[in-house]
């Protein structure tokens, strides 16, 4: 079992700037590909980011693609999401994920494929 625990996020002014973390205990993160998801409200959750276990590969949703970095320390058992050029749009509970399926950048964004997931936290942008 992983238990994640997420945190880093709170209220910001439109273009400013967060990162979040995504600490692992239980086992080593080291084996996971890991995501991050949000989900606003009255929406479905959606793909953010992801990073293959180790860190070599990432992928983005194209709404963010430019603006937020997802990288990871596995000697740490944490990844993070820095978050640049926030917009109100980005408001959202932000949820990482764990998976031991092998990377797949065509499958990453697959919600389905996570067997792991932390509580989220929130991310409010103001405008």
């Known amino acids: 079992q992983v238990q994640l625990v997420e945190s880093g996020g709170g209220l910001v002014q439109a273009g400013g700037s967060l990162r979040l973390s995504c600490a692992a205990s239980?086992?080593?993160?080291?084996?996971?590909?890991m995501g991050w998801f949000r989900q606003a409200p009255g929406k479905e959750r959606e793909f953010v980011a992801a990073i293959s276990w180790s860190g070599g590969s990432t992928y983005y949703a194209d709404s963010v693609k430019g603006r937020f970095t997802i990288s990871r320390d596995n000697a740490k058992n944490t990844v993070y999401l820095q978050m640049n050029s926030l917009k109100p749009e980005d408001t959202a509970v932000y949820s990482c994920?764990?998976?031991?399926?092998?990377?797949?950048?065509?499958?990453?964004?697959?919600?389905?494929?996570?067997?792991?997931w932390g509580q989220g936290t929130q991310v409010t942008v103001s405008s």
């Open positions: 994920a764990a998976t031991a399926r092998a990377w797949a950048s065509s499958k990453v964004a697959g919600i389905e494929r996570y067997d792991y």
């Open positions: 239980g086992r080593t993160l080291s084996t996971y590909n």
